[in-house]
């Protein structure tokens, strides 16, 4: 099922909660106690006497729900000058001092929001999913929000999100309008949080949260997370482990300009708000129009980041990436083997290199395109989707019927958002540019983006996707490139200007739409120069996406690590290129931590290295399905030792396969203590053995013989890293 989270006309409410049943507790002259439960932990929201409702508990769930209504005794904390320090959506202008999940002027001109409880009701929708809204309104306004939290009980997942709504005589400006606003109690929080830049991404940063406001946010426009992204983890008390601690992960599905806000208050709480930014986005709301936000996604563990990124996996596999729990192609790109310079020769070499290799698909990327300025580099031709004829005379057709000559299947590579000066499309239309009339161009990579809040735009940019399936109906890849970020943020047909970077976001979710209403399963990789534009609203289109242009494969075992904390590997498109000092074996090894390809020149490796490739793919097909859908466990941090491991197990806990690697290559070095394997069954038998051996080594490893789950739980495995054997991968199969 396909899910547009911004939009203005959703299903209207009594439609959506057509079976309803309620479950509030009223105790306390009244008080309403609305537990947001899940397998593992509740968030509990609780009216005070004049209806306000906050967030007085988010922790592990009790045994007794009625329990809850006791909760907020037990808090001894300094006065609340406010009265609303830990308000479920706090609105500005009335009672509120702090940081505002709301601020609005009203159609008279009035500055203030108040937000007391109407009603609320719960959904079943199914037998793990439920939605609990609530309805909250203005007493001064015809103004109200509903809260939304969709919950996903197995794998302690909410997804939270707002519908902001007046009926007031004239328009309404939101200035801010978050998703949600999270409260947390606790004696210290510490926030984990990334940064970046191109080949830099996903770089891991702790500090301990002090008083006030520390702000994650992007204001980049289209590839927002270049510079970071919104996925942080605040761990609760003290750092969360591995395996220990209470620890918060969460992230706004949105693709374009985000704002979380987190804000230690006085009482030394703290308040989590976030959602689009509102940076030069006020939106005007009229009568009866719905403004519905991005989704606020979290999971909390009171068991360490493991356990929250398992939750997290599964729940991407079970519920929001495309094709989640289906399969992969395995694919030979030609980006780094040729770079813009290539022609039909050329190419049917490396169809024929794709089948030899033994790969599933042949990739073709930039620069099929453009005849009257040549995609011959990235200074021109991007918006002209023709094929180029010099270097392809016969058409992206006859290349497809080559793939298939060759028994494989044919990808390419599109950024149909984007724009070279240097290009008939910004001849033609030079009003479909994102620039602004009185200024200078700016560009990234020397392009600019297309204006996708025209609907013209719109059309344009499906019709390239649409054309090329039309045209060739076979084709079974498409790699969707992002690579500029927005200056110079107006549209030239936009009536009001306050509303481009929401509407740029509408817009290019509506092209999304439209390709996966018409191409449901197409897979299709999710790239932004890298990994610039991750995250869950886009990944509900794709199937994979690019986690950087950096592929040297150390490099990739640290920002592997880290985007495995939120996405699951099935998702993650690792290939092999000659990036690195590293051998091919290690650097195969490292890509099939995910979803394997290639971008190398295949007749260019040797004999030995070429048959190493060829059996990996054949290993990686016998273990792949364990990678894609199992579970996986950090065992050794490459961050605090030499050595860097990670388990994959099937949900049987009776076939894994685990990865190893030295990390370092200072004199000695080595693994000199086994690494604790994790998530096996202690009353279970394993035997360990090597796979991925380069021709003509033998392992160091006795394949023959047997450990108890309880044993390599305890003890450990030693992988026997040293200088000489930098990259390990070992099958674990339940034996008797
Ligand atoms: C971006 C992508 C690369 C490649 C080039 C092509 O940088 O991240 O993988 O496709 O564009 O121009």
């Given at each position: 099922m396909l899910k547009i989270?911004?939009?203005?006309?959703?299903?209207p409410l009594c439609l959506l909660f057509s079976l309803t049943v309620f479950t509030s507790t009223r105790s306390e002259a009244q008080s309403i106690v609305i537990p947001v439960e899940t397998q593992h932990n509740a968030l509990v929201l609780q009216t005070d006497s004049s209806k306000y409702l906050g967030t007085v508990y988010f922790g592990k769930k009790l045994s007794?729900?009625?329990?809850?209504?006791?909760?907020?005794?037990q808090s001894k904390q300094t006065?609340?000058?406010?009265?609303?320090?830990?308000?479920?959506y706090t609105p500005s202008g009335s009672r509120n001092l702090l940081e505002p999940a709301l601020t609005v002027t009203h159609?008279?001109?009035?500055n203030s929001a108040d937000l007391t409880y109407v009603s609320h009701e719960v959904k079943k929708i199914d037998g793990n999913v439920s939605l609990i809204s609530i309805l909250l309104k203005d007493p001064a306004y015809n103004f109200n929000v509903t809260l939304f939290y969709k919950i996903y009980y197995k794998e302690d997942v909410i997804e939270q999100w707002s519908s902001i709504k007046h009926n007031e005589k004239g328009n309404v400006t939101l200035h801010k309008y978050a998703s949600a606003n999270l409260h947390l109690t606790g004696s210290a929080y510490y926030l984990n949080q990334y940064h970046g830049d191109w080949v830099k991404e996903m770089q891991p940063e702790e500090s301990k949260l002090t008083h006030g406001i520390k702000t994650l946010d992007s204001k980049?426009?289209?590839?927002?997370?270049?510079?970071?992204?919104s996925v942080f983890m605040v761990s609760v008390n003290k750092p969360a482990t591995e395996d220990e601690g209470t620890v918060l992960f969460a992230s706004l599905e949105y693709s374009g300009n985000f704002r979380t806000d987190l804000e230690v208050d006085y009482q030394d709480n703290l308040r989590i708000i976030s959602g689009i930014n509102n940076y030069a986005s006020p939106y005007t709301l009229k009568p009866n129009e719905e403004f519905v936000t991005p989704i606020f996604l979290y999971t909390l563990s009171t068991q360490g980041k493991g356990v929250a990124s398992r939750n997290l996996q599964n729940w991407a596999r079970n519920?929001?990436?495309?094709?989640?729990?289906g399969t992969r192609l395995t694919l030979l790109n030609n980006w780094e083997a040729t770079y813009f310079d290539f022609n039909e020769s050329k190419l049917a070499g490396l169809l024929k290199d794709t089948k030899k290799l033994g790969v599933d698909l042949f990739l073709l990327d930039d620069g099929w395109f453009a005849n009257?300025?040549?995609?011959?580099?990235?200074?021109?031709?991007?918006?002209?989707?023709?094929?180029?004829k010099q270097k392809?005379?016969?058409?992206?057709s006859s290349l497809v019927k080559e793939a298939q000559n060759n028994n494989v299947k044919f990808g390419i590579w599109i950024e149909p958002e984007m724009v070279n000066p240097k290009s008939m499309l910004y001849e033609k239309h030079p009003d479909w540019v994102i620039k602004q009339p009185k200024r200078d161009e700016h560009y990234f990579r020397n392009q600019l983006v297309l204006d996708l809040t025209n609907p013209k735009v719109q059309d344009f940019v499906f019709g390239v996707v649409d054309d090329l399936f039309t045209k060739?109906?076979?084709?079974?890849?498409i790699k969707w490139d992002c690579n500029s970020v927005i200056f110079n943020?107006?549209?030239?047909?936009?009536?009001?200007?306050?509303h481009f970077y929401i509407e740029y976001m509408r817009g290019l979710y509506n092209v999304l739409e439209r390709i996966r209403a018409k191409y449901p399963k197409v897979p299709m990789m999710l790239c932004s120069g890298g990994g610039g534009r991750v995250d869950y609203a886009a990944l509900q289109y794709f199937t994979?996406?690019?986690?950087?242009?950096?592929?040297d494969p150390l490099e990739r075992i640290f920002m592997q690590w880290e985007y495995s904390y939120f996405y699951p590997a099935i998702a993650s498109a690792n290939h092999v290129t000659d990036?690195?000092?590293?051998?091919i074996k290690f650097r195969t090894d490292v890509a099939m931590m995910g979803k394997l390809g290639f971008d190398i020149v295949?007749?260019?490796?040797v004999a030995n290295d070429l048959k190493f490739c060829q059996d990996a793919i054949k290993n990686y097909d016998t273990v792949k399905s364990i990678i894609w859908q199992g579970d996986q466990y950090r065992l050794s941090d490459p961050r605090s030792s030499n050595v860097a491991s990670m388990l994959y197990i099937n949900e049987q806990k009776s076939s894994g396969v685990i990865f190893n690697y030295l990390v370092s290559s200072r004199y000695?070095?080595?693994?000199?203590l086994p690494v604790l394997l994790k998530g096996?069954?202690?009353?279970k038998n394993y035997k360990i053995q090597e796979i991925n051996?380069?021709?003509g080594t033998t392992s160091?490893?006795?394949?023959?013989q047997i450990f108890s789950g309880d044993f390599l739980m305890k003890v450990g495995f030693n992988p026997d890293l040293n200088l000489a054997r930098t990259s390990v991968v070992l099958k674990v199969e339940e034996s008797n």
């Open positions: 989270r911004l939009s203005t006309n959703l299903l007794k729900s009625s329990e809850y209504a006791q909760v907020k005794n006065v609340d000058y406010t009265g609303m320090l830990n308000s479920v159609s008279d001109g009035n980049l426009g289209t590839r927002a997370n270049l510079f970071q992204p519920y929001k990436l495309l094709d989640g729990k009257k300025y040549p995609r011959n580099g990235d200074v021109a031709g991007l918006g002209d989707w023709e094929e180029n392809l005379p016969n058409g992206i060739n109906p076979a084709l079974a890849y943020a107006h549209s030239a047909t936009l009536k009001n200007q306050n994979e996406f690019w986690p950087s242009d950096n592929t990036w690195g000092k590293q051998p295949v007749n260019d490796l000695g070095a080595n693994s000199n096996l069954d202690p009353a051996l380069y021709p160091t490893i006795k394949g023959d």
